[in-house]
């Protein structure tokens, strides 16, 4: 199921439809803000944030795209050093 039809579907946590909508941290469900308000509270969120910023360094190097990789793993660092949500 392609990002499009999911958010014609609702959200995958609690069927909300016809609300904004994002990709979960966890994987590539679109979920609504209320249920990410939820996932945000979850103890291991940081480290999935972490993870999908050095999945996103990870495609950027195979495309040659080595200084935005670098930047990105930059991000990912100081998050993990300094930013709690
Ligand atoms: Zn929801």
Redesign the pocket.
């Known amino acids: 199921m392609d990002w499009m039809e999911q958010m014609r579907n609702g959200?995958a946590?609690?069927?909300?439809t016809g609300v904004g909508m994002t990709m979960s941290m966890y994987n590539e469900d679109m979920?609504?803000m209320?249920?990410k308000a939820k996932e945000k509270k979850r103890p291991d969120y940081d480290q999935a944030v972490n993870r999908d910023l050095t999945e996103y360094a990870g495609r950027l190097d195979e495309r040659g795209m080595t200084a935005q990789a670098a930047n990105v793993r930059k991000a990912a660092a100081y998050r993990a050093a300094f930013v709690k949500e």
Do not use: S
């Not at 946590?13 to 909300?16: L, N, T």
């Open positions: 959200c946590k609690c069927g909300a979920i609504c209320a249920c």
